[in-house]
T-cell receptor, first 112, second 114 residues
Framework: QQPVQSPQAVILREGEDAVINCSSS?????VHWYRQKHGEAPVFLMI?????EQMRHEKISASFNEKKQQSSLYLTASQLSYSGTYFC?????????????FGKGTKLSVIP | NAGVTQTPKFQVLKTGQSMTLQCAQD?????MYWYRQDPGMGLRLIYY???????DKGEVPNGYNVSRLNKREFSLRLESAAPSQTSVYFC?????????????FGSGTRLTVV
């Protein structure tokens, strides 16, 4: 089942902060975050595991709330290079599951 | 280090034609995947191969077949193309040990079926 991302789109000025959420109705084992720039392939940012610690990639960090089955991506002091569409991918708990299911994405635009 | 290589990058097919999309990775990853991306739909899994010698259906497998030729190569075949298969196709690979690894994506194939 596809995770739900919010917001669908956000516009920031350079230096502002943003939070992107990813929620699932199913028990999750891990959450991936990817960024895709227009016309390019998605690029892996970080992975969060059940019971694991908050992760960080440059000035981008993420958390995983197991009770809520939700992950949040925090973009701090945004830069123009952060523009793109952010996707979360969720892996359901359960042995033998290899299917990473992606949300529909959050389009982030950073303007000067 | 090439990562994941997909061919072709662009293709136009007529309805009913067949074609094979090729994908190869040089990172010694054990798992490989085919996704399609349509506007507003995100990435949807077509087929995946958890390890060499195995393949399984994903969310949208109808109209497609796959072959895991060896550890490096994973191909996607459209037997009789339909306009609904117009999309951008991404191949990806990852290393799974005790925990899932991040996916490395190829640059994509833009397919138009007319």
């Amino acid at each position: 089942q596809q995770p739900v991302q919010s917001p669908q789109a956000v516009i920031l000025r350079e230096g502002e902060d943003a939070v992107i959420n990813c929620s699932s109705s199913k028990a999750l084992y891990s959450v991936h975050w990817y960024r895709q720039k227009h016309g390019e392939a998605p690029v892996f940012l970080m992975i969060l595991l059940k019971g694991g610690e908050q992760m960080r990639h440059e000035k981008i960090s993420a958390s995983f709330n197991e009770k809520k089955q939700q992950s949040s991506l925090y973009l701090t002091a945004s830069q123009l290079s952060y523009s793109g569409t952010y996707f979360c991918g969720t892996l359901r708990a359960g042995a033998g599951s290899y299917q990473l299911t992606f949300g529909k994405g959050t389009k982030l635009s950073v303007i000067p | 280090n090439a990562g994941v290589t997909q061919t072709p990058k662009f293709q136009v097919l007529k309805t009913g034609q067949s074609m094979t999309l090729q994908c190869a990775q040089d990172m010694n990853h054990n798992s490989m995947y085919w996704y399609r991306q349509d506007p507003g739909m995100g990435l949807r899994l077509i087929y995946y191969s958890a390890s060499e010698g195995t393949t399984d259906k994903g969310e949208v497998p109808n109209g497609y077949n796959v072959s895991r030729l060896n550890k490096r190569e994973f191909s996607l075949r459209l037997e009789s193309a339909a306009p609904s298969q117009t999309s951008v196709y991404f191949c990806a690979s990852s290393l799974w040990t005790d925990v899932p690894g991040g996916y490395t994506f190829g640059s994509g194939t833009r397919l138009t079926v007319v």
